[in-house]
C-alpha cells in the first residue's frame, strides 16, 4: 500500500505544509477563530467574558493565561459528568491522562477527536519528510508500543493514557497502514494486558520478520532501550521458541498466545543464525543492525530527559542513524520534526500552525544578574507579555503556551524552548527543560539539563571499573540542615568504593550554577550525596507507575523526585545499598 499510496500522499503532504509555512500568522488567526467559533459558547469562555469575539487581540484580553490547577475545577466537571461541555461546546467523550512522573500523580485532561486529527497530522507530515530522506517502500517495522487499559470516570467517561486513547481509534490504525510498514506484532500484543508479555512477544516477533524489518521505533528512547537491556536477558530463551516453534511459557494471556503463536513456527536455521550473531557481538555493540540488517533507522522521541538513553542507544545501534520523533505532550501536539538527519541533541521541532493556537511567554534574564548559564538563567528570569507564532525571535528562549481543540485555553506547558531558527514563516523549537523540574536548596536553581550534564560527567568514571550506568534521579534533602542534593544511580555491576567516590566528587563539581558554587563553599548547601541502588529498582519505579494507570509508551523516568512523591521516594530509599558524600568542596 506504501508504493501505491505513499510517493504520491507524501508529496502532497509536503506541498500542504510548506503552503501553511508561507503564512502562519494568517493560518495562526484562521485556528483561533475556529477554536473559539466551535467553542464560543461553552461554560469557561462564557465566564472570560469573550461574548462570542474571535480576534487575537480580544482572546489574549479576556482569556487569562492558566495553569492546568486553573483548569482543574472544569475538567472535574467534565470528569464527574456534571458537564461535559464545561470547556468546549461539544461533549468531551474521553479523558486522557497524563504520564504522572513530574507530580507523581496523573492528570486528567480533555481529549476528543480533533487531537486525535491532529496527532495524524503530525505523523503524517513528519513521516513525508522522513521518508523522503530514508525510503521505505516495503517491510515491516519493529515497533515497541503498548497500550494500557481504558476505565470509565464518574461520570461514564472513557479514560486512558493519551497514547492509549490515540492507539484504540480506527484514524490511528489507518494511518499506520497508509504511512508506516506493517507492524511486526499482532494488535494482540500491542494491547496486551502485561507489557512485560508484550514485550516479550514483542522481540519474538520482530526476530521472525528479522530480514522484512525497515525501522525500529517506540514513542521514548527509553522504551527502545529497556527492550534491548531485556533482549540481553531472554535472548536464549526467543531462539528456542524459534527454533522448536512453541511459545514460551511465560506468556499467559490466551489471545496473545493464540496470535503469536499463528505466526511461530520450527525455525531451526533462524534460530541457529540469532545465536551465531548473538554470540559473536562484543558486549552487544551493534545489535540492532547485526539482527535486523535492513532496518535503516531507529526512531522515537530523544529530547529532554530522554537523552541520557542516547549513549546506550547508540550502542547497540553501532552505525545506524538515531532520529527524533515529533515535539508533544499529554495536553497535544506542538511540531514535527521535519529536519530529519539532525542527531537527537541538535533536533529542531517546525510548528504546526493549524493544530493549535501557539503563544510564547519571553523569559530574559535581569540585566544585573552575574548569573551566566542557562540554569542561573531560570532563576532571575522576567517574564514578559506573550507574543504570537510569528513574533518570536531566534536565539532568544521563551516557554511555550497552547490553546487546543479540546478545550485548553492559554495554558501553559511549563516547557522552556529555544527559537533555532524559522522554516519560512514558522519558528523552529529546540527544547531546553521544563521550568518546574529544578534542584534548589538556596539560591540554586538547576534543571533537569544540568543535572544530566553532571550525571554524565561523573559516570565517565565508571569505565575504568567496566561498569555502566544504568538510570538515575534525584532529589533535594531537607530534612538535614543545610539541605543538600542526593542523586541516586543504578550501575550495571560493582564498581570500586574510589571510584564511586571520585565519581559523588565529580557530580558536585560539575553545577556550574554559580548559586550553586557559592552556596556549596559557603555551607550553605550541604555535600553532594551519591546512593547506589539494587540492580532493578528502576524497573520497580515502572512498574509502580504503571500500577498508577501510565504506559509503558508514554512512561519518562523522573529526574527530579519531589517531596509529595513519597512512594517513589520510598522504593528509592529501600534499595540504597551504599552512600557517599562528596568533599569537593573541603
Same mark, same amino acid.
Request: net charge negative; with cysteine.
Given at each position: 500500500?506504501?508504493?501505491?499510496?505513499?510517493?504520491?500522499?507524501?508529496?502532497?503532504?509536503?506541498?500542504?505544509?510548506?503552503?501553511?509555512? *508561507?503564512?502562519?500568522?494568517? /493560518?495562526?488567526?484562521?485556528?483561533?477563530?475556529?477554536?473559539?467559533?466551535?467553542?464560543?459558547?461553552?461554560?469557561?469562555?462564557?465566564?472570560?467574558?469573550?461574548?462570542?469575539?474571535?480576534?487575537?487581540?480580544?482572546?489574549?484580553?479576556?482569556?487569562?493565561? /492558566?495553569?492546568?490547577?486553573?483548569?482543574?475545577?472544569?475538567?472535574?466537571?467534565?470528569?464527574?459528568?456534571?458537564?461535559?461541555?464545561?470547556?468546549?461546546?461539544?461533549?468531551?467523550?474521553?479523558?486522557?491522562?497524563?504520564?504522572?512522573?513530574?507530580?507523581?500523580?496523573?492528570?486528567?485532561?480533555?481529549?476528543?477527536?480533533?487531537?486525535?486529527?491532529?496527532?495524524?497530522?503530525?505523523?503524517?507530515?513528519?513521516?513525508?519528510?522522513?521518508?523522503?530522506?530514508?525510503?521505505?517502500?516495503?517491510?515491516?517495522?519493529?515497533?515497541?508500543?503498548?497500550?494500557?487499559?481504558?476505565?470509565?470516570?464518574?461520570?461514564?467517561?472513557?479514560?486512558?493514557?493519551?497514547?492509549?486513547?490515540?492507539?484504540?481509534?480506527?484514524?490511528?490504525?489507518?494511518?499506520?497502514?497508509?504511512?508506516?510498514?506493517?507492524?511486526?506484532?499482532?494488535?494482540?500484543?500491542?494491547?496486551?494486558?502485561?507489557?512485560?508479555?508484550?514485550?516479550?512477544?514483542?522481540?519474538?516477533?520482530?526476530?521472525?520478520?528479522?530480514?522484512?524489518?525497515?525501522?525500529?521505533?517506540?514513542?521514548?528512547?527509553?522504551?527502545?532501550?529497556?527492550?534491548?537491556?531485556?533482549?540481553?536477558?531472554?535472548?536464549?530463551?526467543?531462539?528456542?521458541?524459534?527454533?522448536?516453534?512453541?511459545?514460551?511459557?511465560?506468556?499467559?494471556?490466551?489471545?496473545?498466545?493464540?496470535?503469536?503463536?499463528?505466526?511461530?513456527?520450527? *525455525?531451526?536455521?533462524?534460530?541457529?543464525?540469532?545465536?551465531?550473531?548473538?554470540?559473536?557481538?562484543?558486549?552487544?555493540?551493534?545489535?540492532?543492525?547485526?539482527?535486523?540488517?535492513?532496518?535503516?533507522?531507529?526512531?522515537?522521541?530523544?529530547?529532554?530527559?530522554?537523552?541520557?538513553?542516547?549513549?546506550?542507544?547508540?550502542?547497540?545501534?553501532?552505525?545506524?542513524?538515531?532520529?527524533?520523533?515529533?515535539?508533544?505532550?499529554?495536553?497535544?501536539?506542538?511540531?514535527?520534526?521535519?529536519?530529519?538527519?539532525?542527531?537527537?541533541?541538535?533536533?529542531?521541532?517546525?510548528?504546526?500552525?493549524?493544530?493549535?493556537?501557539?503563544?510564547?511567554?519571553?523569559?530574559?534574564?535581569?540585566?544585573?544578574?552575574?548569573?551566566?548559564?542557562?540554569?542561573?538563567?531560570?532563576?532571575?528570569?522576567?517574564?514578559?507579555?506573550?507574543?504570537?507564532?510569528?513574533?518570536?525571535?531566534?536565539?532568544?528562549?521563551?516557554?511555550?503556551? /497552547?490553546?487546543?481543540?479540546?478545550?485548553?485555553?492559554?495554558?501553559?506547558?511549563?516547557?522552556?524552548?529555544?527559537?533555532?531558527?524559522?522554516?519560512?514563516?514558522?519558528?523552529?523549537?529546540?527544547?531546553?527543560?521544563?521550568?518546574?523540574?529544578?534542584?534548589?536548596?538556596?539560591?540554586?536553581?538547576?534543571?533537569?539539563?544540568?543535572?544530566?550534564?553532571?550525571?554524565?560527567?561523573?559516570?565517565?568514571?565508571?569505565?575504568?571499573?567496566?561498569?555502566?550506568?544504568?538510570?538515575?534521579?534525584?532529589?533535594?534533602?531537607?530534612?538535614?540542615?543545610?539541605?543538600?542534593?542526593?542523586?541516586?544511580?543504578?550501575?550495571?555491576?560493582?564498581?570500586?568504593?574510589?571510584?564511586?567516590?571520585?565519581?559523588?566528587?565529580?557530580?558536585?563539581?560539575?553545577?556550574?550554577?554559580?548559586?550553586?558554587?557559592?552556596?556549596?563553599?559557603?555551607?550553605?548547601?550541604?555535600?553532594?550525596?551519591?546512593?547506589?541502588?539494587?540492580?532493578?529498582?528502576?524497573?520497580?519505579?515502572?512498574?509502580?507507575?504503571?500500577?498508577?494507570?501510565?504506559?509503558?509508551?508514554?512512561?519518562?523516568?523522573?529526574?527530579?523526585?519531589?517531596?509529595?512523591?513519597?512512594?517513589?521516594?520510598?522504593?528509592?530509599?529501600?534499595?540504597?545499598?551504599?552512600?557517599?558524600?562528596?568533599?569537593?568542596?573541603?
Amino acid at each position: 500500500m506504501l508504493d501505491k499510496v505513499g510517493a504520491f500522499c507524501q508529496e502532497k503532504v509536503i506541498e500542504e505544509f510548506e503552503a501553511k509555512s *508561507r503564512d502562519a500568522g494568517k /493560518v495562526q488567526d484562521n485556528t483561533l477563530w475556529r477554536i473559539l467559533h466551535e467553542n464560543g459558547q461553552s461554560e469557561y469562555l462564557q465566564k472570560c467574558g469573550l461574548g462570542g469575539r474571535t480576534d487575537p487581540e480580544s482572546y489574549r484580553a479576556y482569556v487569562p493565561l /492558566v495553569t492546568h490547577a486553573d483548569l482543574e475545577p472544569y475538567i472535574q466537571k467534565i470528569v464527574n459528568g456534571e458537564n461535559k461541555s464545561a470547556l468546549t461546546e461539544k461533549p468531551i467523550s474521553t479523558i486522557s491522562l497524563s504520564s504522572g512522573t513530574t507530580q507523581g500523580r496523573p492528570k486528567f485532561l480533555p481529549f476528543n477527536d480533533e487531537l486525535v486529527d491532529n496527532t495524524m497530522q503530525i505523523y503524517r507530515t513528519s513521516f513525508a519528510y522522513r521518508n523522503r530522506e530514508f525510503p521505505i517502500k516495503s517491510g515491516r517495522a519493529l515497533q515497541f508500543i503498548y497500550s494500557s487499559k481504558q476505565f470509565k470516570t464518574e461520570g461514564g467517561l472513557l479514560a486512558g493514557t493519551a497514547t492509549t486513547n490515540v492507539y484504540n481509534t480506527d484514524q490511528f490504525k489507518a494511518t499506520m497502514k497508509d504511512i508506516l510498514s506493517q507492524s511486526c506484532s499482532p494488535d494482540e500484543v500491542i494491547f496486551g494486558a502485561d507489557y512485560k508479555q508484550s514485550l516479550y512477544c514483542h522481540l519474538l516477533c520482530g526476530l521472525i520478520y528479522s530480514d522484512e524489518v525497515q525501522f525500529i521505533s517506540s514513542t521514548f528512547a527509553h522504551g527502545i532501550v529497556h527492550a534491548f537491556r531485556t533482549f540481553e536477558q531472554v535472548w536464549e530463551e526467543l531462539c528456542e521458541d524459534i527454533k522448536e516453534g512453541v511459545l514460551s511459557s511465560r506468556i499467559t494471556i490466551p489471545s496473545m498466545r493464540i496470535a503469536v503463536s499463528k505466526i511461530l513456527k520450527p *525455525r531451526p536455521e533462524l534460530a541457529a543464525t540469532i545465536r551465531r550473531k548473538c554470540s559473536s557481538l562484543n558486549n552487544w555493540y551493534g545489535l540492532v543492525p547485526q539482527l535486523w540488517p535492513n532496518a535503516k533507522y531507529i526512531y522515537g522521541i530523544m529530547t529532554g530527559s530522554m537523552e541520557p538513553y542516547l549513549k546506550k542507544l547508540r550502542h547497540y545501534a553501532g552505525d545506524l542513524p538515531l532520529l527524533s520523533s515529533d515535539y508533544g505532550s499529554s495536553e497535544g501536539w506542538i511540531g514535527a520534526n521535519v529536519n530529519t538527519r539532525a542527531p537527537p541533541e541538535e533536533a529542531v521541532f517546525t510548528v504546526l500552525p493549524d493544530i493549535g493556537y501557539f503563544e510564547f511567554i519571553p523569559l530574559r534574564r535581569d540585566v544585573g544578574s552575574e548569573e551566566t548559564n542557562l540554569t542561573a538563567a531560570l532563576a532571575v528570569y522576567n517574564e514578559f507579555e506573550p507574543v504570537g507564532l510569528t513574533e518570536v525571535k531566534v536565539g532568544e528562549e521563551y516557554e511555550v503556551v /497552547v490553546t487546543n481543540f479540546a478545550g485548553l485555553y492559554r495554558y501553559r506547558l511549563g516547557d522552556v524552548v529555544k527559537i533555532k531558527g524559522f522554516y519560512n514563516s514558522i519558528p523552529q523549537l529546540q527544547f531546553i527543560c521544563r521550568r518546574s523540574l529544578l534542584l534548589t536548596v538556596n539560591v540554586d536553581k538547576n534543571t533537569e539539563k544540568d543535572l544530566q550534564l553532571a550525571v554524565e560527567r561523573a559516570a565517565e568514571l565508571l569505565a575504568k571499573d567496566m561498569a555502566e550506568l544504568v538510570d538515575f534521579t534525584s532529589y533535594v534533602d531537607m530534612t538535614s540542615d543545610p539541605g543538600h542534593y542526593v542523586v541516586f544511580w543504578e550501575i550495571n555491576q560493582e564498581a570500586s568504593e574510589s571510584t564511586l567516590q571520585d565519581c559523588c566528587c565529580c557530580m558536585d563539581r560539575s553545577f556550574l550554577d554559580a548559586g550553586y558554587i557559592s552556596s556549596r563553599k559557603s555551607k550553605t548547601i550541604g555535600e553532594l550525596e551519591l546512593k547506589i541502588l539494587q540492580r532493578g529498582t528502576f524497573h520497580r519505579i515502572l512498574d509502580h507507575y504503571l500500577n498508577l494507570g501510565s504506559a509503558v509508551s508514554q512512561f519518562k523516568m523522573p529526574r527530579c523526585i519531589g517531596a509529595s512523591n513519597q512512594a517513589v521516594l520510598e522504593i528509592l530509599k529501600n534499595s540504597v545499598t551504599k552512600s557517599y558524600l562528596s568533599t569537593a568542596f573541603g
